[in-house]
């Protein structure tokens, strides 16, 4: 299948930090892609049953849900959607149990925007 470069990347972009999803969500849109915005677990699994994405952004630390758990539902809903978690630092061994369980890659927050967008390029291009 090849790229339509005029289509945005559909993201669904999961974190209960409402100021650092906004501001990345912002900087996201201007780069051609379609961001719907979860600021909890539950709200991302509704997201997931409303619609469809190209790549998730789940962040691993959420007040509501582990961020493993809702990995683990995404993967039985959508088992081919591509999933970069966020983690903070000292929290690189439960990223890489995302990993295990499916998830695409991993950044650690801060994470460099640049690198974020790359990631899910990467993941969009193995997925199309």
């Known amino acids: 299948m090849v790229e339509d470069r005029n289509k945005p990347i559909r993201i669904l972009f999961v974190d209960d ?8 969500s912002k900087r ?20 997931l049953k409303k619609e469809d994405f190209d790549v998730t952004v789940l962040d691993l630390k959420m ?3 582990d961020g493993i758990e809702i990995l683990k539902i ?45 990631k899910i390029k990467e993941a969009y291009q193995q997925r199309v």
């Open 28 to 47: 996201m849109s201007i780069r051609n892609m379609k961001v719907t915005r979860a600021y909890s677990g539950t709200e991302a699994l509704q997201a």
């Open 17 to 24: 930090e409402i100021g650092f999803v906004d501001v990345i």
């Open 74 to 118: 995404f993967k039985k809903i959508a088992p081919d959607l591509p999933v970069i978690m966020l983690t903070g630092h000292g929290s690189e061994e439960a990223a890489r149990d995302g990993i295990r369980f499916g998830a695409f890659d991993y950044l650690t927050k801060p994470c460099d925007f640049e690198e974020l967008i790359l």
């Open 63 to 65: 007040e509501d849900m």
